[in-house]
């Protein structure tokens, strides 16, 4: 029989953490899934490790991304995502550890409110896994094209693992292949544009494992191969927003502003030819992004020196 959820995990050398990962997908109180592996190419013993699961669990499959694919977390997602049965669609890592609730309480709000995606929170941890909590879906916000710059600037995150999508969301869309970072965030932003409409709940239902080894850790120690991806991520949501006319001043602004710690990609530069500006707007952006550092600097000192006054006063009462 078809599946009704498809999950994909992407897996590169992870022998040391998956087997958690797959105990956490298999004590899900709903149970009918597939649960798609691919192996991104990987040199340790994942295979051998994940035997004794896949042996007693029918409903996981360990694949192999094909090299029609290129390498890379978005090649294996989509290498997965044109294998998928499923009417839905979930992707988790193979690091981290599924709330048991994850997807019963996902379809119930996606179904009940005949939305195109859920939403929902997520809880880093270290070595220990955080105490699960169990209690009724609680409703944050809707979510539709209305709220895309909240979406493009982080205010709403959604995150590659924190969402149970319609499959419907990628007849037409993929993740970027070539991007090695921020792939998702890329991807969902296009499926915004597009105009699917979904619900933010409140419950943490997932728990991302917080390591130096994890493109999240190396981007955030300014490794360049997840920088460089970052700003190519920026430059083609800046394409798409242009390309459907939702590129706002709000939205260009915050780009203009994120583009100042990519001066060594030229960020600025392409984000800039890439607009359909007449030549006077594009002098006044320029302007902007030249004054921005010595505006910033200003608030900045500003803000301290208020600071400083209150202190001040405190101590002094």
């Avoid at 991807?187 to 991302?208: D, H, K, M, P, T």
């Avoid at 459907?244 to 984000?271: A, C, G, P, W």
Wanted: proline residues 3%.
């Amino acid at each position: 029989m078809t599946p009704t959820i498809t999950i994909i995990m992407a897996t590169y050398n992870r022998a040391h953490l998956i087997q958690e990962t797959l105990h956490s997908i298999q004590q899900q109180t709903f149970f009918d899934w597939e649960c798609l592996i691919i192996d991104d190419g990987g040199t340790d013993t994942t295979q051998e490790v994940i035997t004794p699961i896949l042996e007693k669990d029918n409903r996981m499959q360990f694949l192999k991304r094909p090299d029609s694919y290129q390498k890379g977390l978005p090649g294996s997602r989509n290498y997965g995502l044109d294998v998928a049965q499923g009417e839905y669609i979930i992707f988790f890592d193979d690091d981290d550890i599924v709330h048991p609730d994850n997807l019963q309480i996902s379809l119930a709000i996606l179904k009940t409110n005949n939305v195109d995606f859920c939403h929902y929170q997520k809880q880093s941890f270290g070595n220990k896994v955080p105490d699960y909590e169990f209690c009724e879906p609680k409703l944050k916000q809707f979510l539709n094209i209305s709220h895309l710059y909240e979406i493009v600037t982080h205010k709403i995150g959604l995150a590659s693992c924190t969402i149970l999508w319609n499959k419907k969301c990628f007849e037409t869309i993929r993740f970027k292949e070539e991007l090695l970072y921020a792939e998702e965030w890329e991807c969902y932003s296009r499926i915004i544009a597009e105009g699917f409409e979904g619900l933010s709940i409140q419950n943490v239902l997932y728990y991302n494992r917080k390591h130096p080894n994890s493109n999240t850790g190396e981007f955030y120690s300014n490794n360049p191969i997840r920088k460089k991806s970052k700003s190519e991520a920026t430059v083609y949501i800046v394409s798409n927003l242009i390309e459907k006319n939702l590129l706002t001043d709000n939205l260009m602004r915050f780009f203009v502003q994120f583009s100042l710690n990519y001066k060594d990609y030229f960020l600025f530069e392409h984000i800039l030819g890439l607009t359909k500006f007449q030549r006077l707007k594009k002098i006044r952006w320029i302007v902007f992004f030249t004054l921005l550092p010595v505006k910033l600097y200003v608030h900045r000192f500003v803000k301290q020196l208020k600071k400083n006054m209150l202190i001040d006063i405190i101590a002094g009462a």
